[in-house]
């Protein structure tokens, strides 16, 4: 195998690896990535078992084959080269020769028939989508992903098709929920819906930034999915299992509705939660006649307070909520004012824009 390559295509291929292949595994193979030399353009496959990405770029390609290398490795060693292309020349026993201008390396691979096959997809219908559409559904929901590896099913986000040509993607921790709807109009031939894990999720995520207008397929089969855009393939495994019924938890609009100016309400968040006690970010929302308070107290610190002008005509209220929680969804919503809704003090508080639950978080109260 020899091939010549435009050192930043390589970069560009080696670096939607970096977060795919496996540092630390029982399989070395695993950490590195498949480069394949076909006549033309040269292919860069990474594979950890549940996520593979398979792009093509254009070579100079001498001599066609095969060879796995060390995926961070040649990484670091293409973005220091020296020159704008690179060769890549296969020897005796796996070793390859990179050579830029007056820079040579010669690095250990592997067979490149080793290297586990990806599963085949082709029975999973294609439908095109719009990627900044997605990629605005994956950032609306990606804060509320469960860590706890212990709750598999909560692990990532739950994709749902609905019958109105819509899409729901739903994601929650147990203690917040994050949900959008968006036109997304196409047969993917779902029964119910299925859960996308949170790792491949923010990988799908990292290819739609580098073109978010690139026309974008997305499918699936069995228990994978399929993202294609032009010279690039994903698959990806789901998550097996059944996601909560997560619209028990959407309570109907709240007895005290508030509407907020939102960059007002994220920087008392801010402020106010300096203040909050340990790493729980507790404070307190309070309604009060025109007036919304954010408050905190800790014992080894002492006390703060803001007050936002609201229109609020109702009763006092007092509810404990984790600051993080909140300005999390206030992060990534696109309008200048949210509505707040707050029930008792047992009951979540939801949070969307005016007149618009397209895009709707829920968060969990708290004892303060």
């Known amino acids: 195998m020899e091939f010549r390559i435009a050192s930043d295509e ?7 690896a970096q977060g795919i292949v496996e540092r630390k595994t029982t399989m070395p193979i ?12 040269i292919t860069v496959t990474a594979f950890d078992l549940d996520i593979g990405v398979v792009s093509e770029h254009p070579a100079e390609v ?3 084959g095969a060879v796995t290398l060390s995926a961070k490795y040649v990484f670091d060693i293409v973005q220091n080269l020296p020159d704008a292309q690179v060769t890549l020349k296969k020897l005796a026993n796996n070793y390859v020769d990179i050579s830029s201008g007056s820079a040579h390396f010669k690095i250990v691979g592997l067979p490149a028939e080793e290297y586990p096959k990806l599963p085949k997809e082709e029975n999973a219908p294609l439908v095109q989508i719009s ?17 706890d590896e212990t709750r598999y099913i909560l692990n990532g986000v739950f994709f749902e098709p609905q019958a109105s040509g819509k899409v729901r993607m739903v994601a929650t921790d147990g203690h917040r929920l994050s949900l959008i709807e968006r036109d997304m109009a196409g047969d993917f031939k779902l029964k119910s819906g299925v859960i996308i894990p949170r790792k491949g999720l923010m990988e799908l995520k990292r290819l739609l930034d580098e073109a978010p207008d690139a026309e974008c397929h997305l499918g699936f089969a069995e228990n994978s999915a399929l993202f294609k855009k032009p010279g690039l393939t994903m698959v990806m495994r ?3 299992g059944q996601f909560p019924e997560y619209q028990r938890v959407i309570p109907k609009e709240g007895e005290k509705v508030v509407l907020v100016p939102k960059t007002r309400l994220l920087e008392g968040l801010k402020r106010i939660a300096l203040l909050s006690a340990d790493k729980s970010n507790a404070i307190r929302i309070g309604l009060e006649k025109g007036k919304l308070l954010i408050t905190a107290s800790n014992p080894d ?11 609020y005509q109702g009763g006092d209220i007092t509810i404990g909520f984790n600051a993080r929680y909140l300005m999390d969804v206030l992060g990534v919503t696109d309008t200048d004012e949210v509505n707040f809704e ?19 978080a829920v968060v969990m109260p708290m004892r303060v």
Do not use: W
């Open 238 to 240: 789901l998550i097996d």
């Open 301 to 311: 610190l002492g006390e703060a307070r803001d007050a936002l002008d609201v229109d």
């Open 131 to 147: 990627g900044n559409t997605l990629l605005e559904m994956i950032r609306k929901t990606q804060f509320a992903i469960s860590s």
């Open 342 to 360: 707050l029930g008792d003090e047992h009951s979540p508080g939801v949070l969307h824009g005016p007149g618009d639950r397209s895009f709707t």
């Open 10 to 16: 390589l970069k560009k291929a080696l670096y939607r």
């Open 62 to 64: 001498t001599k066609p």
């Open 30 to 41: 695993l950490a590195n990535v498949l480069l394949t030399a076909n006549k033309g353009s």
